[in-house]
T-cell receptor, first 112, second 110 residues
């Protein structure tokens, strides 16, 4: 039981490049989330998916797109990376029976 | 966007000391969560609080859900080196969205 896994762990992009961050969970959770963490800011919600087939914007969605591929997987795409998107990105999941969210280990992204 | 006010932002203590930190908001939350983040890792859930006034313990950790539902407190007793990390409070409004505090960075001098 791996919990929430994320790939890659580290990534460096040039401005304007695109990439997709992958997230998978093996806990049979319905809800999945993408956050970014910047120094002194805590974690901020980018997008979430309450259930398979649905996605909604969070607090900071601009510059990102998401896909809920199936119940297990939720990907985050940067179509044209900008230096302001340099951050650590965390994926999380939650069961329908609890408010508690469980986090993956994070992806550290640098955009130059 | 809305954030919780978490204090202190950082703490430098001696091993064995007790630690207190808190989180306040201008909004009411129906659930409070406390997470710990180790360097290079994702946050790990420590304690969840579901009712106003609730006091919950997890080993040396004790957390309380404030009566007004606008604040929460976390205490760590007899700190040890592995307590080092960043502690985050998070409040839940509705079912889906967590709102996080800015974090309290705990450093322990042996």
């Amino acid at each position: 039981n791996a919990g929430v896994t994320q790939t890659p762990k580290f990534q460096v992009l040039k401005t304007g490049q695109s990439m997709t961050l992958q997230c998978a969970q093996d806990m049979n959770h319905n809800s999945m989330y993408w956050y970014r963490q910047d120094p002194g800011m805590g974690l901020r919600l980018i997008y979430y998916s309450a259930s398979e087939g649905t996605t909604d914007k969070g607090e900071v969605p601009n510059g990102y797109n998401v896909s809920r591929l199936n119940k297990r997987e939720f990907s985050l795409r940067l179509e044209s990376a900008a230096p302001s998107q340099t951050s650590v990105y965390f994926c999380a999941s939650r069961s329908s029976f609890s408010y508690e969210q469980y986090f993956g280990p994070g992806t550290r992204l640098t955009v130059t | 966007g809305q954030q919780l006010n978490q204090s202190p932002q950082s703490m430098f203590i001696q091993e064995g000391e007790d630690v207190s930190m808190n989180c306040t908001s201008s909004s009411i939350f129906n659930t409070w969560l406390w997470y710990k983040q180790d360097p290079g890792e994702g946050p790990v859930l420590l304690i969840a609080l579901y009712k106003a006034g609730e006091l919950t313990s997890n080993g040396r950790l004790t957390a309380q859900f404030g009566i007004t539902r606008k604040d929460s407190f976390l205490n760590i007793s007899a700190s040890i080196p592995s307590d080092v990390g960043i502690y985050f409070c998070a409040g839940i409004q509705g079912a889906q969205k967590l709102v996080f505090g800015q974090g309290t960075r705990l450093t322990i001098n042996p």
